[in-house]
């Protein structure tokens, strides 16, 4: 009996090591590291299943094999969601944490360290990194030192891969936690001394802004409102993830305006299979919910905001646009217009996208 119990400590360690460098194991990486026939390895992993020790993640499907996680390996993790969406080089990394400290913490050492991160910002609880793909040496250590640092960012097939060296409390989280967060596909670790290595792997998502405007009346309803309300109806879709929402004060001398004139935009993160779905359950929405029949959504894919279009977002602001002017804009940027008159703020919206909340809520500042 004692030797039985010594070989279930050794398995069950060795299953929790492949789970917090992996993310899961194998039957296979059992067999593997172990010598056991492969029948024996497989009769362990049932073993453990019973006693509740491990779980089963994935199913086996096809020629792939069935995955497995040793639940005793996967401590509390304080990183909700990690995601990214990618734009030729260009790359955003999203990091949405339990604790808005811990957000400033990562946020002022990856920005201490620079590396491929081009800037770096925090919205609340939210980690939002622009990077481009490359490599740069980044030294780590105690301070005045950086504790942790993006060292590359690489492309692998449908999938964005970040190189990560950390030490401290950001290693424990490199190792610990970012596996268990949603969004994160595989996470493997190397150790040197106090200093750890990482790869942390996520899908390659496409970014998607959607603007909207002239949604509501003079008798109720508010653009800011419905676009929450649209940013909660499309991540409930398979396959699309949330980022943002934001206001964007547009010309206040325009016209016809219900109140202040404001428009919205939302951000998402999309798996390319999923964006017709995207786009035809954003249309069906706003025509169901809005109170306007001038209601318009304007929707682009991308990253970073070209001039010409910024400069449709200047001109929104300080005059009277024609509809005219805004499908020409759209066709020469390729973003997608929908609806009646709300299309030019809408797609006004878009073209704002990426300043700060103090910007876009101040028609009179300059846009540099």
């Not at 040197?192 to 942390?200: K, P, Q, R």
Request: charged fraction near 20%; hydrophobic fraction near 40%.
């Amino acid at each position: 009996m004692p030797g039985v119990l010594e070989r279930r400590r050794g398995y069950l360690r060795l299953m929790r090591q492949f789970t917090l460098d992996n993310g899961f194991f194998t039957v296979t990486d059992i067999q593997h590291a172990t010598g056991l026939p492969r029948s024996t390895a497989q009769d362990w992993v049932n073993r453990l299943l019973g006693e509740g020790c491990v779980i089963l993640r994935d199913e086996k499907r096809g020629r792939s094999a069935a995955h497995y996680v040793a639940i005793s390996a996967m401590p509390s993790s304080a990183c909700r969601r990690i995601f990214t969406t990618i734009d030729g080089n260009n790359v955003e990394i999203y990091h949405d944490c339990m604790s808005g400290a811990c957000a400033a913490f990562c946020g002022y050492h990856h920005a201490l360290a620079g590396g491929v991160l081009v800037s770096v910002e925090r919205d609340g609880t939210l980690l939002r990194e622009c990077a481009r793909i490359g490599s740069s040496e980044v030294p780590v250590g105690l301070s005045p030192l950086p504790a942790v640092g993006v060292t590359g960012i690489e492309q692998d097939g449908d999938t964005v891969v970040q190189h990560i060296r950390c030490i401290g409390g950001p290693a424990y989280s490199l190792s610990d936690m970012m596996a268990r967060a949603e969004g994160v596909m595989q996470v493997r670790t190397r150790h040197t001394g106090s200093i750890v290595e990482g790869d942390v792997r996520t899908r390659a998502l496409k970014h998607v802004t959607i603007g909207l405007d002239d949604t509501d009346s003079k008798e109720g309803g508010a653009t800011f409102a419905l676009a929450l309300a649209l940013l909660s109806h499309v991540t409930r879709i398979k396959g699309v993830l949330p980022i943002s929402h934001h206001v964007a004060m547009l010309y206040p001398d325009v016209f016809m305006k219900t109140a202040g004139n404001s428009s919205s935009f939302i951000e998402v993160a999309v798996e390319p299979g999923s964006y017709l779905d995207l786009e035809a359950k954003t249309l069906q929405f706003v025509a169901g919910e809005s109170l306007s029949r001038e209601w318009g959504v304007a929707i682009r894919s991308g990253l970073a905001i070209p001039d010409g279009l910024r400069e449709y977002g200047r001109q929104v602001r300080n005059q009277v646009i024609t509809r005219a002017v805004a499908e020409a804009t759209a066709e020469r940027f390729g973003i997608t217009l929908h609806g009646g008159n709300g299309v030019i703020g809408a797609l006004g919206a878009v073209a704002l996208a990426g300043l700060p909340h103090e910007i876009l809520l101040d028609p009179a500042r300059e846009i540099l």
